[in-house]
């Protein structure tokens, strides 16, 4: 299908607007202006009942802050399920303020608490810090869930590009830890290390994704090339310590026509049916990357917000 038309004009803003690309700037400069662009697109923020930043524990002594949107007013005679949220970013830009009006609408459609986590970031934290603070919020949320009057037996992982894969790997971490989880919500998630697809190659430049920039995340984020074979790099085709991949939450994955990850997230999808999960794919015609976060300006993302929610609702049991 062509571009959507909505999609064609936020491609043509960006170009007249002929700011510096990510890989063009320093890491934080690239951090500053994502901060401020993030929300331009985005919907309106859907009010909550309570909103609340933490400071959570980490493996190697630090804390990191995680947000916790809940929806309604907690009942811990009937607790709420969870999804626990990574923010996109190529692990080097994003945070809890990026992806707020995305998170509240999880909180909202999906009748869900929402843990948005703001691991730390690269390159002052490479490769595998940004897993590790991950998983350590998801388990310190698992251990904690009945303070905040949540369910500890209905969680979710969730993410978008980065934050997808963040998701995939903690989704197999605990898995290996025995701590069930309900679905891996995966929107557009990045999963190989190498940009040998065929959608990396035809749609590497002019889709707001480009090639260039993802080698510059990859840059920031990884110690050395042979990090990009690590599992917890490319869950897709890693081979160093990679894991059986059977046994996993549902998932439920978003990839978009015009996005250079579709290719990979077809195949992860393809790779998880293999090993006996269970798979929804949803691929959104017409869309670029990071279309999620256009919903302000792009009416048709409502329905790619909708199927998100509905399949929360689904994983929780919630009618």
Not at 3 to 28: C, G, S, Y
Not at 195 to 207: E, H, K, V, Y
Not at 265 to 280: D, F, H, I, S
């Amino acid at each position: 299908m062509p571009l959507n038309p909505k999609i064609e004009q936020v491609l043509e803003m960006i170009a007249r607007a002929k700011r510096p690309q990510f890989h063009e700037m320093t890491a934080q400069e690239a951090r500053a202006s994502y901060e401020i662009s993030a929300p331009i697109l985005e919907i309106a923020s859907a009010p909550m009942f309570s909103v609340e930043d933490l400071r959570v524990p980490t493996r190697d002594g630090a804390t990191i802050r995680a947000r916790l949107y809940q929806p309604v007013e907690p009942s811990w005679a009937e607790p709420a399920p969870a999804l626990i949220y990574y923010h996109g970013g190529g692990f080097t830009v994003g945070s809890v303020a990026t992806h707020d009006a995305l998170c509240r609408m999880f909180a909202r459609d999906g009748r869900c608490t929402v843990l948005s986590v703001d691991y730390r970031l690269a390159p002052e934290h490479r490769f595998p810090t940004a897993v590790d603070d991950a998983f350590d919020a998801l388990s310190w949320f698992h251990a904690h869930a009945a303070e905040y009057g949540v369910d500890a037996a209905r969680l979710a992982v969730g993410g978008d590009s980065a934050g997808g894969t963040l998701a995939t790997v903690c989704a197999v971490l605990a898995r290996d830890a025995n701590l069930a989880l309900a679905l891996q919500l995966l929107i557009y998630p990045g999963t190989t290390g190498y940009q040998q697809t065929d959608s990396r190659s035809r749609l590497a430049s002019g889709f707001l994704l480009s090639g260039e920039t993802i080698q510059w995340f990859c840059e920031q984020y990884l110690r050395n090339a042979d990090d990009r074979d690590d599992w917890r790099v490319g869950p897709l085709d890693g081979v160093r310590g990679a894991p059986d991949f059977g046994g996993l939450a549902p998932a439920w994955i978003a990839t978009a026509e015009y996005d250079p990850l579709s290719d990979e997230g077809e195949a992860y999808a393809e790779k998880l049916r293999a090993a006996g999960n269970q798979v929804t794919l949803k691929g959104y015609p017409g869309m670029i990357h990071e279309f999620f976060k256009m919903g302000g300006f792009v009416p048709d993302v409502a329905l790619a917000h909708a199927d998100a929610a509905a399949a929360l609702r689904a994983a929780f049991g919630i009618e």
